[in-house]
């Protein structure tokens, strides 16, 4: 599946949310995937009927990007929520960035220089370039938890329970609409909660408290763990949970096992909705899914942002 359409056709004031890579782990190529896609985790986001300016992460999925930016180089910046392969392997291969005159990556402060860190994942003998050789545009840094300004979006920035390094969720606004996403979440880490699911923790309620999308792990389901209790991951069951606990309007099943057929898939959609009930919509991330969230202007929209599927 491609992720095509062109950024002229959304609405001016609007926040666009197109999915990219909707996979964790590792890609998934293969019969058994082609509609939910196989690319790992990238999210693009837009505002006033352009072209992408923020990434979030940069798994395979940053090589659709390049169609979205109508043959412009990207401008803007990459926030990579942690550096694990799959939110990074597709930085070389951003053919939306090799002419860039900026690209900004932002990773979760390390305690160590953002590109000596990121060097560890590219750079011979492991892979041929180093980051700095991606281009005269590229810049990388550490991002620090809290509230940032970041291409004109307001961003929060929380480190989050995951494995094996420091991770963040993000929150982004433009001022009338908002995007959470925690894509690798690991609630348990810090405890069962009251429903065995995971702790509804500070972070996760602050990042999606009141938001009118959030994209969550969905790499498990409840009756998997606590076996998986290692891989760092979140239940479905447990966004669903914290997204109607957090006053959310769409829950985005995203990250989804890469061993997931579509078929799977489906039926973990259509048991999320079930569970859901009430006034929460949910979705399962495909590559290609596209929503365009409009602002408190919008006359009649329900809860001051109308959000519709292109
Ligand atoms: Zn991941
Ligand atoms: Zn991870």
């Given amino acids: 599946m491609r992720v095509g359409s062109p950024a002229s056709r959304s609405t001016p004031g609007a926040l666009r ?3 990219c890579g909707v996979r964790g782990s590792t890609p998934a190529p293969g019969a058994d995937f082609l509609r939910y896609g196989g690319h790992t985790s ?3 986001i837009s505002r006033d009927a352009r072209a992408p300016q923020l990434l979030l992460d940069a798994g395979t999925g940053i090589t659709e990007v390049t169609p979205l930016l109508g043959g412009a180089p990207f401008t803007g910046s990459i926030l990579l929520g942690h550096l694990h392969w799959d939110h990074t ?7 939306g960035g090799r002419e ?3 690209i900004d990556v932002y990773l979760p402060e390390q305690g160590e220089s953002a590109e000596s860190v990121l060097e560890r994942c590219f750079s011979p003998p492991h892979f041929p370039i180093v980051p700095s050789q991606l281009g005269p545009g590229w810049s990388f840094a550490g991002l620090a938890e809290g509230e940032h300004e970041i291409d004109g979006f307001r961003v929060l920035a929380l480190e989050i329970p995951h494995k094996g390094g420091r991770a963040f969720g993000y929150r982004v606004s433009d001022g009338e609409s908002s995007v959470a996403y925690l894509s690798d979440h690991s609630p348990t880490a810090l405890g069962p909660g009251a429903d065995g699911l995971g702790e509804r923790h500070d972070a996760a309620m602050a990042l999606a408290g009141g938001a009118d999308v959030l994209i969550h792990d969905a790499q498990h389901l409840a009756s998997q763990f606590p076996s998986v209790d290692f891989l760092g991951h979140a239940s479905v069951e ?10 959310v309007r769409i829950l985005v099943l995203f990250h989804h096992d890469p061993q997931r057929t579509d078929d799977e898939i489906d039926d973990i959609e259509r048991r999320a909705r079930e569970l859901a009930g009430g006034d929460l919509e949910v979705r399962a991330a495909y590559q290609g899914l596209t929503l365009e969230l409009t602002g408190s202007d919008q006359k009649g929209a329900p809860r001051g ?3 519709r599927q292109l």
């Fill in 89 to 95: 392997h597709g930085i070389p291969f951003f053919a």
């Fill in 42 to 44: 990238c999210v693009a």
């Fill in 238 to 247: 447990y966004g669903v949970a914290l997204a109607r606990e957090a006053g």
């Fill in 100 to 102: 860039a005159t900026r």
């Fill in 305 to 307: 942002t109308a959000v």
């Fill in 17 to 19: 949310v197109t999915f």
